[in-house]
């Protein structure tokens, strides 16, 4: 495939960066911020989507940021596997500029300046992982967005974040430093460079590598990019939801943990490659053990009462579904865990959107204290029910989509063991998502919320959550614009 050198990418990179100095240059004055940090959004979104027609057309765009040595460089590049996951993530932050406006203001929050440049920055490191061309690239924005989003985790300054804070940068850059990290060294050294395969088939190492050194190495990248939450490594995640809400919904949807995926299945799939990971015998061990994470995850989930600790574990059960359909190994399979970068994406910001809101307008974070509330706020709770559907994967939401192929694909690999996983994990999520719904609709709400007749939050922060679950039926009903570039994929 021949490449075309294309200034968009590094235009799309520095867009947040740039909604980022603008944001600190506009300090304590909030219309002014705000709109600083909606034009970047709106700027790097309409960049990323200028790149559909070219990608689609079959061509492989790509930037030179500065060489370092031979076969290593900073550089970009826009495939299909790029394409999925940029645009959701630049699509969702604008969504979530107004979001966080209305949250932030809502509840008076202190440092609203560092906190939007600081969410800027992460997605500056996001954007940089999703066009990275090569290992190096993605390392060193991975690490940014690690870095970037610590003082979001951090945001209230009190113990408990302080301490959250430190348990997120230790999985996080600790991972990186002592398992991804040595991995690349020894990538480049066998390797000569660490330039991602432009097909999903033969990646690059060297046929003569030693099975047990590339096993060795794939573990180390599998376990080394630990925001895909996958289990022991997942503490952090659950911990860092004392974080405000919008912080959350980066977390859980927009950069950080789709960061951590992206990168996994983009290192399974363009270093190490489907044909090396079947010689190896790779691929089923994965999914059996992401399948770990998933039902236990689950499990936990249905032990929650506080709602943003049901939602964190659901995204450490959820995100392992990415992984688990690339490991399997098969087209359909594959298809299903690239396509739910997106469809978990728009489902799960739904989710913790509706969580902000639900605590705005009634200052309520346990499941236990939202009986009758649906009532009173039907456009939070009927977005939290079709989110919750994608989640559980009934049509005709996202989520259903990912299931089927996952699902095709599991039979495709004639594994009884997955198909059951998927089967048990179905239920698991219904347990947990089904009581929230049917106590908020038609449970009898309590004396004192009778008395004060909760409403909606500030249209502000329903609006965009109305939004995102509309979106999430739409490519439910329509999957064919995010399947497209997963079909390029393979």
Known sequence: MESTHDIRLLLAVLAPLLGAGLVMAA????????????????????????????????????????????????????DALSMVFALSASFLWVVTV??????????HEHAQTRFNTCFALALFGAIGCAFA??????????????????????????????????KYLTYLTGAA??????????????????????????????????RWVTTALYACCILGFAKNAVMPLH??????????TPVSALLHAVAVVKVGVFSTVR????????????ALNLGLP?????????????????????????????????????????????????????????????SKITLFFCAGAIYVATHKKNISEMSGLGRMMPFTFGAFALASLSMIGAPPVAGFVTKWYLLKGAFDARSVGIIIVLLAS????????????YSAFFGEPSRADLEHQHREAHPAMVIPLTVTAAISVMIGLYPGFFMRFVHAVL
């Not at 503490?235 to 405000?244: E, G, K």
């Not at 290192?267 to 079947?278: C, E, R």
């Not at 179905?426 to 719904?437: D, H, I, K, Q, R």
Request: hydrophobic share 50%; proline share 4%.
């Open 27 to 78: 300090g304590k004055r909030p219309n002014v911020r705000e709109t600083c940090s909606f034009l970047a959004a709106a700027t790097l979104f309409i960049i990323t989507a200028s790149l559909v027609s070219d990608v689609h057309a079959g061509k492989k765009l790509y930037f030179c940021v500065f060489d370092l040595l031979p076969g290593l460089s900073v550089a970009l590049r826009a």
């Open 235 to 244: 503490h952090w995640l659950p911990s860092a939801m004392v974080a405000p």
């Open 133 to 166: 061309d090569n290992l190096l690239t993605l390392y060193l924005f991975y690490e940014i967005v690690s870095i970037c989003t610590y003082p979001l985790v951090a945001h209230h300054q009190d113990a408990e974040s302080y301490e959250s804070g430190r």
């Open 177 to 210: 430093k002592g398992l991804l990290l040595p991995a690349l060294v020894v990538i480049y050294v066998l390797n000569g460079n660490l330039d991602f395969a432009n097909n999903i088939s033969t990646g690059i190492l060297p046929p003569d590598v030693n």
């Open 98 to 107: 107004f979001y966080s406006a209305g949250y932030m203001r809502g509840l």
């Open 426 to 437: 179905t239920l698991l999520n219904a347990a947990y998502f089904a009581p929230v719904v």
């Open 286 to 346: 994965t999914a059996y053990f992401v399948s770990i994470t998933i039902v236990v995850a689950s499990i936990i989930a249905l032990s929650k009462d506080n709602l943003k600790m049901r939602l964190a574990y659901s995204t450490v059960s959820q995100l392992s579904y990415i992984i688990l359909g690339v490991a399997l190994l098969q087209p359909a399979g594959i298809e299903g865990g690239l396509v739910h970068i997106a469809n978990h994406a728009f």
């Open 267 to 278: 290192v399974m799939l363009h270093v190490f490659g489907v044909d090396t990971m079947q």
